[in-house]
């Protein structure tokens, strides 16, 4: 069964979708969306209509007032329906836009009321009802005239003989001057020809309905879902508390580096060297190997720092650019890399740690999980925006799965306007490719030059 229908899947699809438009549910969905428009429009236009009518009146006395506020407030209640209804026939996914909530510091009725009478979503709300109405009935009968006319048409040929045998004419009047005189639509080629008129129009009917819908859907999006400053804001909130959680848990690496790594080397260090203290009358060489022991130690511990003073922040990487940088950090990778770096200057230093750790992730990655034998990395600018890409020939088949180092990387990236894109088929490499937006030195975090 599951091989029979999976033939079946395959040979409709081989069907051109212009043909297959008229079977396809999401068509009726969307004439379905359309019929239902209509009663709904009316309601929400008398209701908007009725309530800014009455409130705008009633503005003289206090009561115009309340009157407005709940007439928004309702008009919110009307765009949950409305997106609902998007969403369970169109299949558009619109986020509810922000309660509204009165200002810090302020509560209490009145409050809310001012801050119901301030919020431009609530109006939009209200504008949404009344520009609906006009397109919500150009829509339904256009679709219901182009539907009906082409399903007529096309089964002409099944109730052309009932029809002429009830009325005891020949066939469809198309036209007559009431003195038996008439055209008939009765031959088997005018039936055949009607039928074809009929099955062209259910052929264009469910993109003339998909056009309308597609109106239908930019109202819903622009007027019934959140503002750009709303997500804007809703971004930039999940962009922080990315970086609040990404830089604690660079600051607990720090501290189990420095507890597990330098700390505990430099305690066992102070303790040889005491003992040598101890041993430096009693027995001499035995202290002198104590001490030379230390001194590796002491090696060791230095080393250690290094490496985590460049995990913080390498100074080659402030000193001589990120070319350079890439370059050393290239040459800890197990595999060869070739470096290349085409910036016409410098960008902020921000921008620049974000690369260099983004290129040292991917790197380490390669060196871990890749098997690769060569790799590359490319970082150029374009207009905006600095571009970075590393590709190698390894076993591919990664992924920014939930919860994998290339998805945590990918939010750290987008909490300042990046990107990141893999592009990883199995055995045949990956390349990795990483956005990041330009900013100069010399500018400010709103891209003002100071000074």
Not at 202 to 208: F, Q, R
Not at 320 to 326: E, N, Q, S, V
Request: charged fraction near 20%.
């Amino acid at each position: 069964m599951a091989t029979a229908y999976g033939q079946e899947t395959t040979a409709a699809h081989r069907v051109p979708v212009a043909l297959r438009a008229p079977l396809m549910g999401r068509s009726w969905r969307e004439f379905l969306y359309l019929l239902l428009n209509l009663p709904f429009a009316v309601v929400t236009f008398v209701y908007a209509i009725a309530t800014v009518s009455v409130g705008a009146g009633l503005l003289i006395t206090f009561l115009g007032v309340p009157v407005l506020a709940a007439g928004l407030a309702g008009a919110r209640g009307l765009g949950a329906v409305e997106r609902a209804r998007a969403r369970g026939l169109l299949g558009l996914v619109v986020s509810a836009p922000e309660p509204v909530r009165p200002r810090k510091g302020r509560s209490g009725p009145l409050a809310y009321m001012t801050a119901q009478l301030a919020s431009g979503t609530s109006w939009r709300h209200v504008l949404y009802c009344v520009l609906h109405f006009p397109w919500a009935v150009f829509g339904f009968c256009v679709s219901l005239t182009l539907w009906t006319t082409g399903l007529l048409l096309l089964l002409y040929p099944l109730y052309h003989w009932p029809v002429s045998h009830v009325t005891g004419q020949p066939g469809a009047q198309l036209y007559g001057d009431g003195e038996g005189h008439g055209i008939y639509v009765d031959t088997p080629f005018e039936i055949g020809a009607t039928a074809g008129l009929g099955l062209l129009v259910v052929l264009v009917a469910p993109w003339v309905v998909r056009g309308i819908t597609q109106v239908d859907r930019l109202m819903v999006a622009g007027l019934l879902g959140p503002s750009r400053l709303d997500t804007r804001v809703s971004e930039l909130e999940s962009d922080r508390g990315t970086v609040v959680d990404t830089a604690a848990a660079d600051l607990r690496r720090i501290e189990r580096d420095l507890h597990d790594g330098a700390q505990a080397r430099l305690v066992a260090l102070a303790m040889d060297l005491g003992l040598a203290k101890e041993k430096l009358l009693e027995d001499p060489d035995a202290a002198a190997r104590m001490v030379d022991e230390a001194h590796g130690e002491v090696k060791l511990a230095l080393r250690e720092l290094r490496d985590l003073a460049r995990g913080i922040h390498p100074a080659i990487l402030t000193d001589r650019g990120l070319g350079p940088a890439l370059s050393a950090l290239s040459a800890r990778c197990a595999a060869p890399v070739t470096v290349t770096v085409e910036l016409p200057r410098r960008p902020a230093a921000a921008l620049e740690g974000i690369a260099y750790f983004t290129v040292s992730e991917l790197l380490q990655n390669i060196s871990k999980h890749a098997r690769a034998t060569r790799a590359t990395v490319d970082v150029w600018r374009v207009e905006d925006r600095i571009m970075l890409q590393v590709a190698d020939d390894g076993r591919g088949g990664a992924t920014a799965a939930p919860g994998s180092g290339l998805a945590g990387l990918a939010e750290r990236l987008d909490a300042v306007d990046g990107v990141l894109v893999v592009d990883s088929p199995e055995g045949r490499g990956t390349t990795v490719t990483a956005e990041l937006p330009w900013r100069s030195p010399d500018a400010s975090p709103g891209g003002r030059r100071t000074g």
